[in-house]
């Protein structure tokens, strides 16, 4: 399996709480990718990142943000977490240039209750 | 706006069977990438096989391959000789030449493999 790697597994976390998801990859890629995916549903981009010190929304409007302050890590936070945010967030990274594969992490399962 | 169309939610095959999972895609350009991706139950998402529109011959990738047909944009994804490991969803996904890496996903197709 690939080396990124998310934490928490599975959050469950009350309305209006501030949370981070984690995401750390060991293989050194510049491109890191965030994706919002609902049960059995597609996988739609909400953040991503070519590098440090660089971040952009995705296609999908998404109220949390992100950082990438170091090529491996790319966290993303909700400052006040509702209901609508449950749902399942996957992490990725690719190397830059040309197309190379996207490695995908395990995913983090957030409830918001 | 580019748009992916599985329209198989479930398949299952038996063991050691042939499947065929669809994929139709939309857009205007001429340039892309298509590309599929297994999920398996509570496990990552791995890529099984890309294509690059500009080439003619079809990937393959062991018992994977696609039939890729340009002018109909579809993209079908061929399992031979099912194994019980091949459980999983499966999402097609497309990709703009010089999009930095953007994937538009499909909305899955589940598949069962059956002993």
């Known amino acids: 399996e690939a080396d990124i790697y998310q934490t928490p597994r599975y959050l469950v976390i009350g309305t209006g709480k501030k949370i981070t998801l984690e995401c750390s990859q060991t293989m050194g890629h510049d491109k890191m990718y965030w994706y919002q995916q609902d049960p059995g549903m597609e996988l739609h981009l909400i953040h991503y990142s070519y590098g440090v010190n660089s971040t952009e929304k995705g296609d999908l409007s998404s109220e949390s943000t992100v950082s990438r302050i170091r090529t491996e890590h790319f966290p993303l936070t909700l400052e006040s977490a509702r209901p609508s945010h449950t749902s399942q967030y996957l992490c990725a990274s690719s190397e830059s240039g040309g197309v190379y594969e996207q490695y995908f992490g395990p995913g983090t399962r957030l409830t918001v209750t | 706006a580019q748009t992916v169309t599985q329209s198989q939610p479930e398949m299952s095959v038996q063991e050691a069977e042939t499947v065929t999972l669809s994929c139709t895609y939309d857009?205007?350009?001429?340039?892309?990438?298509l590309f599929w991706y297994k999920q398996p139950p509570s496990r990552q998402m791995i890529l099984v096989i890309r294509?690059?529109?500009?080439?003619?011959q079809n990937a393959t990738e062991n018992r994977f391959s696609v039939n890729f047909q340009k002018a109909a944009k579809s993209f079908s994804l061929k399992i031979s000789d099912s194994q019980l490991g091949d459980t999983a969803m499966y999402f097609c996904a497309f990709m703009r030449y010089n999009q930095g890496g953007k994937l538009i996903f499909g909305q899955g197709t589940e598949l069962s493999v059956k002993p």
């Open positions: 857009t205007s350009e001429n340039n892309y990438y």
């Open positions: 294509q690059e529109a500009y080439k003619q």
